[in-house]
């Protein structure tokens, strides 16, 4: 008996050894190296998962299948329609589209933001559009592009200006305010900075957490606390259309 459990032992301790080095010589695999092509992007059509068609991308991006024009969502041609009137990429109206409701024209959040844009009421009333007629997937995608029209205007950016920097500065407006984003302008114009680097006017953006930023004179709209939430969007926002530009033809 003893001998038996001795050599049982024996057995489970060079089996173990030998499953670590087979670690070590082939690292592990994981459901993200296959699934992470997938299942991020929200397309229509799924994107193979092949290590034979998939360029690698940042961390911070997916890797996708580049070959073929693939749908994003069921709400493209309305994309497209309001991306005609309005000038912008209908990609990036799918990108905001996502990170707003993930699709789903019926979500409404806390604050009351409702529809595949998460459109606020006030919004919706800036337009003339009634709550429930802007609820409608169409025209809440409308509503928002001519919002981003707006904002853009508002920015009153020259054009030298990036389009990323454009574009970073008009996300950061949609999510978190135009009102804090031209508060942010004006302190980097204040100190000596380009107010139309999104560079500098997130880091403004952040200081107007601080009471010395945020009581200076030239702010009008208060102390800002929503600096993680912009960043994040603006970045993500960004790195869906690049992959949405990659699957989807103009």
């Known amino acids: 008996m003893f001998k038996k459990t001795v050599l049982t032992v024996s057995f489970l301790t060079v089996l173990a050894i030998f ?4 670690r070590l010589l082939n690292p592990a695999q994981s459901a993200f190296q296959y699934d992470s092509v997938q299942t ?3 397309l229509v059509s799924t994107v193979e998962a092949t ?5 690698k991308a940042p961390a911070t991006t997916v ?3 580049k070959s073929g024009n693939r749908s994003i969502s069921a709400y493209d041609d309305m994309m497209r329609r309001a991306a005609a009137e309005s000038g912008h990429d209908w990609r990036l109206l799918s990108a905001i589209a996502y990170h707003e409701s993930r699709f789903n024209p019926e979500a409404v959040s806390k604050v009351g933001a409702f529809g595949l844009m998460q459109i606020m009421p006030r919004v919706a009333e800036q337009f003339n559009v009634p709550q429930e007629e802007a609820f409608e997937p169409e025209m809440n995608i409308r509503l928002a592009s001519k919002l981003l029209n707006k904002i853009n205007r508002s920015l009153k950016l020259s054009d030298s200006v990036s389009e990323e920097d454009r574009l970073s500065l008009m996300l950061a407006s949609y999510v ?4 804090h984003v031209r508060d942010a302008q ?3 114009a204040k100190h000596s900075e380009d107010p139309e680097k999104w560079e500098v006017v997130s880091r403004y953006l952040e200081l107007k957490g601080q009471p010395e930023y945020y009581e200076d ?3 009008r709209c208060g102390r800002f606390t929503g600096i993680k939430q912009t960043l994040a969007y603006v970045r993500n926002v960004k ?4 992959k949405y530009c990659e699957v989807a033809t103009h």
Do not use: C, F
Not at 19 to 22: H, L, T, Y
């Open 186 to 188: 004006r302190l980097a």
């Open 51 to 55: 290590t034979s068609n998939v360029t």
């Open 40 to 42: 991020i992007l929200p």
């Open 19 to 22: 499953i670590s080095s087979e």
């Open 63 to 65: 890797a996708v299948k």
């Open 217 to 219: 004179s030239v702010v």
């Open 239 to 242: 790195s869906h259309y690049d």
């Open 176 to 179: 978190g305010g135009i009102g």
